[in-house]
């Protein structure tokens, strides 16, 4: 019993520390944090590109979009890319048949859509 009342002060001595360091951090700070933790644990992504105003293209099952970054690291291309796997029939379920696979979008003349899959 001594060990669980000892494990929870500790869990809430480190969720206080926590609290206290984000907030004394920059709105930007702060919003790194978070999406560093999202990269971390991923998402259920869905990726949308359209042409015409209709839907041409759909990846799924995308755990992040990543902007592409020069060689050094400090400066960030005009492009995105991930992997995900290509929806053929656009139903948002993986069928039989469609493959995983990279892909890049540009940042300027791709319109897209990225967002987290409502079905699942």
């Not at 492009?79 to 493959?99: H, L, P, Q, S, W």
């Given at each position: 019993?001594?060990?669980?009342?000892?494990?929870?002060?500790?869990?809430?001595?480190?969720?206080?520390?926590?609290?206290?360091?984000?907030?004394?951090?920059?709105?930007?700070?702060?919003?790194?944090i978070g999406r560093s933790i999202q990269n971390w644990t991923g998402t259920?992504?869905?990726?949308?590109?359209y042409m015409g105003g209709q839907l041409v293209q759909r990846f799924i099952?995308?755990?992040?979009?990543?902007?592409?970054?020069?060689?050094?690291?400090?400066?960030?291309?005009?492009?995105?890319?991930?992997?995900?796997?290509?929806?053929?029939?656009?139903?948002?379920?993986?069928?039989?048949?469609?493959?995983?696979?990279?892909?890049?979008?540009?940042?300027?003349?791709?319109?897209?859509?990225?967002?987290?899959n409502p079905k699942n």
């Amino acid at each position: 019993m001594e060990k669980i009342i000892m494990k929870n002060k500790m869990i809430i001595l480190l969720f206080a520390v926590t609290m206290f360091f984000l907030s004394g951090c920059t709105q930007e700070a702060q919003n790194k944090i978070g999406r560093s933790i999202q990269n971390w644990t991923g998402t259920n992504g869905v990726l949308d590109i359209y042409m015409g105003g209709q839907l041409v293209q759909r990846f799924i099952k995308i755990d992040k979009l990543t902007t592409a970054t020069s060689t050094d690291g400090s400066i960030p291309r005009n492009y995105r890319y991930g992997y995900g796997y290509i929806d053929t029939n656009k139903n948002m379920v993986v069928d039989a048949g469609e493959k995983k696979v990279y892909f890049e979008i540009s940042n300027f003349s791709t319109p897209y859509v990225f967002y987290e899959n409502p079905k699942n």
